[in-house]
């Protein structure tokens, strides 16, 4: 079982920048997938980003690829998206996956838990 709670979300000015954090429990966090995820009001969830077991491998939506990195911190349980020049449309709620393999992954099939999520909202 992992549990996972997102933070770091907030209001912010296009062109500036947030970065989220998911702190994970459980043992097995180093040995899965790791995954951020958004859903803006009134459209379904989306892949933004996946970060492999190692942190050597990374996956990302075409439109934050050069704008956000996933990284992650093993040995502390916890994953992060930092987002660089945002922009209206990433305003959305940003939720933390973990998932049951081991390579970065853009599908939300591989992905077993989830956290609550975190909203992120960028003022034009």
């Known amino acids: 079982q992992v549990q996972l709670v997102e933070s770091g979300g907030g209001l912010v000015q296009a062109g500036g920048s947030l970065r989220l954090s998911c702190a994970a429990s459980g043992r097995t966090f180093s040995s899965r997938v790791m995954g951020w995820f958004r859903q803006a009001p009134g459209k379904e969830r989306e892949f933004v980003a996946s970060?492999?077991?190692?942190?050597?491998?990374?996956v990302y939506e075409n439109s934050v690829k050069g704008r956000c990195t996933i990284s992650r911190d093993n040995a502390k349980n916890t994953v992060y998206l930092q987002m660089n020049n945002l922009k209206p449309e990433d305003t959305a709620v940003y939720y933390c996956a973990a998932g049951s393999t081991v390579g970065a992954v853009p599908s939300q099939s591989d992905y077993i838990y989830w956290g609550q999520g975190t909203q992120v909202t960028v003022s034009s």
């Open positions: 970060i492999g077991w190692r942190g050597l491998t990374s």
